[in-house]
């Protein structure tokens, strides 16, 4: 039903060309508040260029959490761009690209942030008994408070983008043009990939490396929100991991420049994917045994239905 969704509505292919410029003028609009402040402080365009490729605009009086606030902010334009695109472009309601159910089941979401964030937690305990030198306090009394409150209310709005965007959206347009579930899962996975190719983690830790992350996690996410059939597994997952890293443990290279309380003094990767990979498979053996998941082969992999389904 996730997938056969995507049916209902207007789905001609130039009203998905208009809902991409669409999301992407309401990025650049989020993006609008810091540029058209720094202007206005007297900064030229290349100067402006610089503190954005670094994320630092402390030399023009925007601090970490004000500028973490404006970064977030491209997302929220995404996300009403996106609400617009769906609603007014393809005449659809929103909530389907969450669910196909009458209603959005907060208390899964809620269960899937806390049961991914404790098993990070857990995750993050082991790793610091095997090298309890790496980790550092980096708590800033001044600074947390305006963090925390940054993270729990912008995080969230910013991972609901990208799930909405990639597992949503997108996944859901894909399966309009491919008779198989893997292609969408695929497709989505290395474009959600792709679009981190811009972080500072690539830089630091190599090419390949950090795209098994990023690959790696939207196929996770992609199976489970097949497997679940909604995305309200994968929205709790994405929001827990971004204010954990957020809030919790940091590290030089991090593109997300928090005052956490922690810091890691160097990172393996090695080490940081098999602890995410080990992660991933203990929430999905949790939660595929409480909701009795069944079928795999075919809910992931197996045909997409075609027939019209009723109006839900």
Known sequence: MFLQIARQGQNTWWRYLLSLVVVTLGVLAGQMPIFLYLLAKGYKDFEISEMAETLNFEKAGVGQNATLFFMLLAFVGGLVGLWLSVVFIHKKKFRWLITP?????????????????????????????????????????????????????????????????????????????????????????????????????????????????????????????????????????????????????????????????????SVDMTEMLFAFFATAVAYTWIVAGKNHWSDWASRCLGSIQRQQIEQV
């Open 101 to 265: 159910l009458e209603r959005i089941n907060w208390k899964k979401i809620l269960f899937s942030f806390g049961l991914w964030m404790l098993l990070t937690v857990c995750a993050e305990l082991i790793l610091y008994a095997i090298h309890p030198d790496n980790y550092q306090v980096h708590f800033q009394p001044d600074k947390f408070h305006g963090l925390l409150l940054v993270s729990l209310l912008i995080f969230p709005l910013q991972t609901s983008w990208e799930e909405l965007m990639f597992r949503g959206y997108l996944m859901q347009a894909s399966s309009l043009l491919v008779p198989v579930r893997w292609m969408p899962l695929l497709f989505t996975s290395a474009l959600f990939g792709l679009m981190h190719m811009m972080n500072e983690e690539v830089g630091a830790f190599g090419v390949a490396p950090t795209m098994v992350y990023y690959i790696g996690t939207g196929l996770f996410l992609g199976i489970i929100t097949l497997m679940d059939d909604s995305l309200e597994l994968a929205l709790g997952v994405h929001a827990a991991t971004n204010i954990y890293s957020s809030l919790f443990v940091t590290f030089e290279a991090s593109s997300l420049k928090t005052a956490a309380l922690f810091e890691m003094k």
